[in-house]
């Protein structure tokens, strides 16, 4: 159980274009996503944290008009990173907080963006 | 403001030599959960254990084991007579206990490259 899906696993676009990506919970309800970002070598940081139902809660530095979080149901969050750029290009990955025991967070495969 | 530090930030070993990875982290809650992680080339985090703050029992799981040490604020992982499949990205993380709408979040450390070579 405690399974998170992450669509798609790797996209390509151009530059200027916008990219969604969907992140679900499989078989468990999330009352909150978080979405973080990995540059290559480096740590995972955090971008976002979106909770169902309510705006999403956005990191010092990282621009929300240029990553729209929706969290529309216990089940789905998506990310979508608006009027791409080169440097957007990184690996992201989202996780899940299930809600009966509030403290365990399963994490998604990720996804490889890459802006052309 | 919370911190996680892995200051070693690559570690190369020969198989079945036992290796440690360091983690330091910096809270100022008094209840936190701290968290160690492999990323694989794949990409995908592989949950390799969480300890509570109040918890400083050391734990082993085969290979593996951990100490906790609270008075220096440290959370080492040991991996004995590593293995080439060990070969990954290794990630200390801390969570806090602190409520609002960001509640849960992770603080990674900058991840330790771990290569163990045949």
């Known amino acids: 159980g405690a399974v998170v899906s992450q669509h798609p696993s790797r996209v390509i676009c151009k530059s200027g274009t916008s990219v969604k990506i969907e992140c679900r919970s499989l078989?468990?309800?999330?009352?909150?996503m978080f979405w973080y970002r990995q540059f290559p070598k480096q740590s995972l940081m955090l971008m976002a944290t979106?909770?169902?139902?309510?705006?999403?809660?956005?990191e010092q530095g990282v621009e929300k008009d240029k990553f729209l979080i929706n969290h529309a149901s216990l089940t789905l969050s998506t990310l979508t990173v608006t009027s791409a750029h080169p440097e957007d290009s990184s690996f992201y990955i989202c996780?899940?907080?299930?809600?009966?025991?509030?403290?365990?967070?399963?994490f998604g495969p990720g996804t490889r963006l890459t802006v052309t | 403001a919370q911190k996680v530090t892995q200051a070693q930030t690559e570690i190369s070993v020969v198989e079945k030599e036992d290796v440690t990875l360091d983690c330091v982290y910096e809270?100022?809650?008094?209840?936190?959960?701290l968290f160690w992680y492999k990323q694989p080339p794949s990409g995908e985090l592989v949950f390799l254990i969480r300890?509570?703050?109040?918890?400083?029992q050391n734990e082993i799981s085969g290979r593996y084991s951990w100490n906790f040490q609270k008075s220096t604020s440290s959370f080492n992982f040991t991996i004995t007579a590593s293995q080439v499949v060990d070969s990954a990205v290794y990630f200390c993380?801390?969570?806090?206990?602190?409520?609002?709408?960001?509640?849960?979040?992770?603080?990674f450390g900058q991840g330790t490259i771990l290569t163990v070579h045949p």
């Open positions: 996780s899940a907080r299930e809600v009966i025991t509030a403290y365990e967070q399963y």
């Open positions: 078989d468990f309800q999330a009352t909150t």
């Open positions: 979106s909770n169902e139902g309510s705006k999403a809660t956005y």
């Open positions: 809270t100022r809650d008094t209840t936190y959960y």
């Open positions: 300890r509570n703050s109040f918890d400083e």
């Open positions: 993380a801390l969570r806090d206990n602190a409520g609002g709408t960001s509640y849960g979040k992770l603080t």
